[in-house]
C-alpha cells in the first residue's frame, strides 16, 4: 500500500456539496472518452482547473492524461448512488495513504483536534509516515469531510459514527510497522509492466 502525499483540492465552501460538483464534473467523462480539452473545460466552470494540481485530482482517481480521456474503473464505479458512491471514494481514501488515516482516526479517537493541532502532529517526529505540506493535509482533511468520516464541532473535528463502524476493525488490525517495512508506492495508470527479458 502506498503513502500519498498529495491529494486533490476541493472547491470552496461546504466539503460535501464541493465534492459533490468535482463527482459531477468527472462523471461527465463518456464511457468511450473525450477530448481532454472537454474535461478542462467542465473543471474550469465548476472552479476546479490547476494545471499544478492537475496530477493530484487524476492520481487520486486513477485517470490518465490522454486524448481522448476514458473513465477509470474507479470513476465509472461514481455512477451508483450517494451511499455508494462515499464508501467507495472513503476505501480509495485508506487505500492511498492506511497510515495517514490512522493516524488521525487513533487522534479524534482520542478527543476531538483542531486542524492546527492535527497539522502540528502530523509534522511531529510522533508521526511515522511520510512528511506532508499543510495545504496537502488540509486537503485531505476537506475530502475526509466530505465523505462523512469527520465532523464538524465547533471549530474542532471529531469522528463520526459512519467512521467508526466502518474503518475501526481495520484500524485495529492495521499493523504500522509491518507497513513501513512493505511500503510500496502505487503503480502509474496506464503504464504496463516490463516484459521480462527474453
Known amino acids: 500500500?502506498?503513502?500519498?502525499?498529495?491529494?486533490?483540492?476541493?472547491?470552496?465552501?461546504?466539503?460535501?456539496?464541493?465534492?459533490?460538483?468535482?463527482l459531477d464534473v468527472l462523471r461527465a467523462i463518456p464511457a468511450e472518452g473525450e477530448p481532454f480539452r472537454e474535461l478542462r473545460r467542465r473543471l474550469k466552470g465548476a472552479e476546479l482547473w490547476s494545471?499544478?494540481?492537475?496530477?493530484?485530482?487524476?492520481?487520486?482517481?486513477?485517470?490518465v492524461q490522454d486524448d481522448p480521456i476514458?473513465?477509470?474503473?474507479?470513476?465509472?464505479?461514481?455512477?451508483g448512488g450517494e451511499a455508494a458512491c462515499q464508501q467507495l471514494l472513503a476505501d480509495r481514501l485508506w487505500e492511498i495513504n492506511p497510515l495517514l488515516f490512522t493516524t488521525v482516526f487513533q487522534r479524534l479517537e482520542e478527543r476531538v483536534h483542531s486542524v492546527n493541532e492535527l497539522l502540528k502532529y502530523l509534522d511531529s517526529f510522533a508521526?511515522?509516515?511520510?512528511?506532508?505540506?499543510?495545504?496537502e493535509v488540509r486537503a485531505w482533511l476537506r475530502l475526509g469531510q466530505a465523505l462523512g468520516l469527520f465532523r464538524l464541532v465547533g471549530i474542532a473535528l471529531a469522528l463520526t459514527d459512519q467512521a467508526r463502524a466502518t474503518f475501526g476493525p481495520?484500524?485495529?488490525?492495521?499493523?504500522?510497522?509491518?507497513?513501513?517495512e512493505e511500503d510500496q508506492d502505487e503503480p502509474e495508470v496506464g503504464v504496463a509492466a516490463e516484459e521480462p527479458a527474453p
Not at 51 to 63: I, K, T
Not at 170 to 180: K, Q, S
Request: net charge positive.
Open 1 to 22: 500500500m502506498p503513502q500519498f502525499t498529495e491529494f486533490p483540492a476541493l472547491p470552496p465552501g461546504e466539503p460535501a456539496r464541493a465534492l459533490t460538483v468535482l
Open 51 to 63: 494545471r499544478e494540481r492537475l496530477p493530484q485530482l487524476l492520481r487520486f482517481f486513477r485517470l
Open 70 to 79: 476514458r473513465p477509470s474503473p474507479l470513476v465509472r464505479g461514481l455512477a
Open 127 to 135: 508521526y511515522a509516515g511520510t512528511r506532508l505540506s499543510g495545504p
Open 170 to 180: 481495520r484500524i485495529l488490525g492495521f499493523d504500522v510497522e509491518e507497513f513501513l
